[in-house]
């Protein structure tokens, strides 16, 4: 972590970096390691049918028609299921960061906040897309500076517009730390590849975890203030 003295409160503040996260997240998901594996398996098994659609797709050239229907089915499936299942993954991993317990079926709170995970994915989307068309790099700096959108739904229970807000506020300067922690993702993901389909769970699940404790960190620093500045009522960290 990088320490900074704060003048104005006059206390220590602690502000994460790359490396802590994932050092930290490494230390966390011990305790609950076979149920995170669980839930990132659960998660993966949910997305395979994404997958199945993508080789039809590929093998129906000339079939337009088909290769349509399909692209739409693959839509609806991905912001309809698996990106609600992935919110309540992102809560379950908040919990693991604050060294709270959990039970499985919290991955699924996710469906409870349907319709704001659902429009919260798709502008988040709709957003970095937007700024990939502008040379690739706004794009980058756009799903950097969004990255806490998932976990102020489920966390703080934001609308939509605020959570964005939020996000891009608390995010604030912390880009080369999210990217950092992106291409250390990336590096950990093809590690794991060495060791096929388990390797790949034990990433997912270190990665999940080096975000949440992020998530953690930049909470405790920046969510009053970042409050503040969007205009909304803070919500209270839920409690153990």
């Known amino acids: 972590m990088k320490f900074d003295y704060c003048k104005d409160d006059m206390i220590l503040k602690v502000y994460p970096t790359v490396s802590a996260c994932f050092e930290e997240a490494f230390s966390l998901m011990k305790k609950h390691f076979w149920m995170l594996i669980l839930i990132v398996f659960v998660g993966s098994a949910i997305e395979t049918p994404m997958w199945f659609m993508q080789q039809t797709k590929t093998s129906t050239d000339g079939y337009e028609f088909t290769f349509s229907i399909l692209e739409l089915i693959q839509v609806v499936y991905y912001f309809a299921i698996a990106s ?11 919990k693991v960061a604050r060294k709270k ?45 969004l990255v806490f959108v998932p976990y102020l739904i489920m966390d703080k229970k934001h609308k939509v517009v605020e959570s964005l807000k939020l996000s891009f506020y608390m995010t604030k300067g912390y880009f080369w730390t999210i990217f950092g922690m992106g291409i250390l993702s990336f590096i950990i993901i093809m590690l794991g590849l060495v060791l096929l389909g388990f390797g790949i769970l034990i990433s997912l699940v270190w990665i999940n975890s080096a975000f949440a404790v992020f998530y953690n960190a930049a909470e405790d620093l920046h969510y009053i203030d970042a409050c503040k500045e969007v205009g909304v009522v803070p919500e209270e960290k839920e409690e153990a």
């Open 84 to 94: 609600i299942y992935s919110y309540g993954v992102i809560h379950v991993f908040t």
């Open 101 to 145: 317990d959990f039970v499985f079926e919290e991955t699924l709170l996710g469906f409870r906040t349907f319709s704001r995970a659902i429009l919260s994915r798709l502008l988040v989307v709709l957003v970095v897309g937007f700024g990939l068309v502008f040379l690739l790099i706004p794009g980058i700096f756009l799903a950097c500076r």
